[in-house]
């Protein structure tokens, strides 16, 4: 637990120092830059954050996290996890083939087209592989 507390103050941590160098060294560096390390900065103070706090309630309430703990684990939600992945994972693939064929219509340069295709594949080759191991462990 202390491992974990400590994992998240260090991630906030970080995140506070690369976002206020950000904003301090925002006229040296390309405003598109700024905006990413500002973006990706933000997101480790926050999930920093949101885990100090986590673990910090916790250890204050020890019944609900293990009831918490309990509820995550179930066999039904994790059940309802997977199937939940699945359908983001097929949504996500039209997605990808839609936006595919719209790069081909609007003419765009070859290797936009061909690299959403090389996803597509690589999605496709993984989930492949995947459930060949997955079924054989049962």
Not at 30 to 38: A, L, R, T
Not at 49 to 62: D, E, M, S
Request: positive net charge; hydrophobic residues 50%.
């Amino acid at each position: 637990m202390f491992k974990r507390n400590l994992f998240n103050s260090i991630l906030a941590l970080v995140g506070l120092v690369i976002l206020i160098s950000a904003f301090y060294f925002a006229n040296e560096i390309p405003k598109e830059w700024s905006g990413v390390i500002s973006g990706i900065s933000a997101g480790m103070l926050g999930v920093g954050l949101a885990g100090v706090f986590t673990v910090t309630y916790n250890k204050r309430n020890p019944e609900m996290a293990k009831l918490k703990n309990i509820e995550v684990n179930d066999e039904r939600n994790t059940l309802l996890r997977y199937k939940a992945n699945n359908s983001v994972k097929n949504v996500n693939t039209w997605l990808l083939f839609a936006l595919g064929m719209a790069t081909i219509v609007a003419k765009l340069p070859l290797w936009i087209t061909l690299s959403l295709v090389g996803i597509v594949l690589i999605n496709s080759f993984l989930y492949f592989y995947f459930f060949n191991k997955y079924s054989r462990e049962m």
